[in-house]
C-alpha cells in the first residue's frame, strides 16, 4: 500500500505571503502515461474536502490560480502564492494512482 | 446543479449494523465511479470504498473489507454503504464522492456534506 507523508504539519502563515506544503509518497506516482496520481484537497473549517489539484499540477474547475501543484514521482508540492484569509484550513494530499487510495496526515494552514 | 445528500447515520451498538444512502442528484450517475470517504473526529480523512459505474468493480480499504459492502442503484441514483460487525474505531463522519472523470477512480470532484456514525454502547 502507498503511504502518503506530509510536511509540515501546521503552517501559520501572513496574508499576502506565500506558502508551501510538501507530500511525499512511499511508491512513485508516477503512470505509465507520463501523469503523477496525486490530488491535493483543502478542508475548510465545518466543510467538506474540495478538490483543488488533480493529476499533480492541473487545477479543478473554479479554483483560484494563486495555487499550483509541483513534483513528479514520489515528491510533491503545493504552492499558494498569496495566501488569502480565505485560504484556512487543512491541505491533504492523496495517493490516487490505485487502490486502496491513501491521504496523507494533514496540514492545518492558520493566519499568523 | 451537483448534488450529493448523505443519509442513514446515526448511533450503533458495536456489533450492530448500520446502511448508508447518498443521493445523487445534477449529472448522469451511473457514469460515474462513486467512494466513500470517512474522517474520524479530530482525525484526517481515509478513503473506505470505490464503485464502478456499472457496478462491475469495486476496491476497500482494508480495514472495512469483508465487513462493510459498497453498492449503487443506477435507476435511483443512490450509492450505498452497508456496514456490518460495527466497531467503535469506525465512528466518523462518511462523505459520499463523486470520482472525476467516468474512466477511473480518484480525483474526487464532487462531495457531499456527510452523515455522521457513532458506535456506542
Known amino acids: 500500500d502507498i503511504v502518503m507523508t506530509q510536511s509540515p504539519l501546521s503552517l501559520p502563515v501572513t496574508p499576502g505571503e506565500p506558502a508551501s506544503i510538501s507530500c511525499r509518497s512511499s511508491q512513485s506516482l508516477l503512470h505509465s502515461n507520463g501523469y503523477n496520481f496525486l490530488d491535493w484537497y483543502l478542508q475548510k473549517p465545518g466543510q467538506s474536502p474540495q478538490l483543488l489539484i488533480f493529476l499533480g499540477s492541473h487545477r479543478a474547475s473554479g479554483v483560484p490560480d494563486r495555487f499550483s501543484g509541483s513534483g513528479s514521482g514520489t515528491d510533491f508540492t503545493l504552492k499558494i502564492s498569496r495566501v488569502e484569509a480565505e485560504d484556512v484550513g487543512v491541505y491533504y494530499c492523496m495517493n490516487s494512482l490505485r487502490a486502496p487510495l491513501s491521504f496523507g496526515g494533514g496540514t492545518k494552514v492558520e493566519i499568523k | 446543479e451537483v448534488q450529493l445528500v448523505e443519509s442513514g447515520g446515526g448511533l450503533v451498538q458495536p456489533g450492530g449494523s448500520l446502511r448508508l444512502s447518498c443521493a445523487a442528484s445534477?449529472?448522469?450517475?451511473?457514469?460515474?465511479?462513486m467512494s466513500w470517504v470517512r474522517q474520524a473526529p479530530g482525525k484526517g480523512l481515509e478513503w473506505v470504498a470505490t464503485i464502478k459505474g456499472d457496478e462491475t468493480d469495486n476496491y476497500y480499504v482494508d480495514s472495512v473489507r469483508g465487513r462493510f459492502t459498497i453498492s449503487r442503484d443506477n435507476a435511483k441514483n443512490s450509492l450505498y454503504l452497508q456496514m456490518n460487525s460495527l466497531r467503535a474505531v469506525d465512528t466518523a463522519v462518511y462523505y459520499c464522492?463523486?470520482?472525476?472523470?467516468?474512466?477511473?477512480?480518484?480525483?474526487?470532484?464532487?462531495w457531499g456534506k456527510g452523515t455522521t456514525v457513532m458506535v456506542s454502547s
Open positions: 464522492a463523486r470520482d472525476r472523470v467516468p474512466e477511473s477512480y480518484g480525483d474526487m470532484d464532487v
Open positions: 445534477g449529472f448522469t450517475f451511473r457514469s460515474y465511479w
